[in-house]
């Protein structure tokens, strides 16, 4: 074998390598699946947009995540900074700008005003769900609302700590404390888990709590919510009278404030429920 044969000989495999790579990448951008990507491509489904509230990250969704998944939606669980409602809501916004086509907003706990402010005026937000949420009229905080029917154990479960703010101001970031997490928050999570998400918390400003709701978009976008009978962060009772007065679709479910991690088929039924009716 002479060596111009050798030579010819072992560039095939890497032509045909080439060739089939450019081939193969050529395939993958005209037949890539609608919902490979919830930031840059249409969607059959809208995109389901998960807002966690205090005292919890996003993983708290994981269940509801792959439940959705399963059912087909495309889904993206926002980082919720939980450091003002007003820059909170802004954040969100820029999220909600990067997703095309039609998004569900579904928040917990104070994450419920954060997309009340997040979706007012973005027309691509076609259903806002609230699960075990703050549902709050305009001038309305979480603080005011969470205070407003008896039932609430919040207050002495917490533990402030100082902080300084970015402007140089001094404020407090408020925790769970660890040992009462579980019965605060997440009384029907299995004790391994409730601890796991004790540690794993993250704080939420005093002020955020505080802070005032701007005109909300459950005004003028169909509305759901889930009514935890069971939460001792936001009472069952408050929970009721911010659905009823926002005209939501309402289901009640025996559960804790973290009804998202211990019951997500109820909360992923409800999500479905809302999505249906996107068109």
Not at 1 to 22: D, E, K
Not at 71 to 94: F, I, Q, T, W
Not at 117 to 145: I, Q
């Amino acid at each position: 074998m002479n060596i111009s044969t050798c030579h010819r000989r072992s560039r095939t495999p890497l032509a045909l390598l080439a060739a089939g790579g450019v081939a193969a990448a050529l395939m993958a951008t005209s037949a890539a699946p609608a919902s490979a990507d919830p930031h840059t491509t249409s969607h059959a489904k809208p995109t389901v947009v998960l807002v966690h509230g205090a005292f919890a990250d996003s993983s708290g969704w994981n269940g509801v995540v792959k439940k959705l998944k399963h059912e087909g939606y495309p889904v993206v669980a926002a980082a919720n900074p939980l450091r003002g409602l007003s820059s909170d809501s802004a954040y969100l916004k820029d999220v909600l700008a990067g997703i095309k086509g039609p998004v569900v907003l579904a928040g917990h706990s104070y994450g419920g005003a954060v997309i009340s402010n997040a979706a007012t005026g973005n027309k691509n937000v076609k259903a806002l769900v609230y699960v075990a949420a703050f549902v709050p009229e305009k001038g309305e905080s979480a603080l005011d609302l969470a205070a407003r029917f008896p039932g609430s154990t919040l207050g002495q479960a917490l533990h402030p700590v100082p902080v300084t703010n970015p402007d140089g101001s001094r404020g407090a970031d408020l925790y769970i404390q660890e040992g009462k997490f579980g019965s605060q928050f997440a009384a029907d999570v299995s004790r391994g888990t409730a601890e796991l998400m004790a540690v794993a918390q993250r704080p939420v400003t005093e002020a955020a709590l505080a802070e005032k709701s701007s005109e909300p978009a459950w005004k003028t976008i169909p509305t759901w919510d889930l009514v935890a009978t069971q939460d001792l962060n936001i009472p069952p009772k408050a929970q009721a009278f911010m659905a009823e007065r926002a005209g939501a679709h309402t289901v009640e479910v025996k559960a804790s404030h973290a009804v998202h991690v211990s019951r997500p088929d109820k909360v992923t039924e409800i999500i479905v429920d809302a999505a249906r009716t996107v068109r």
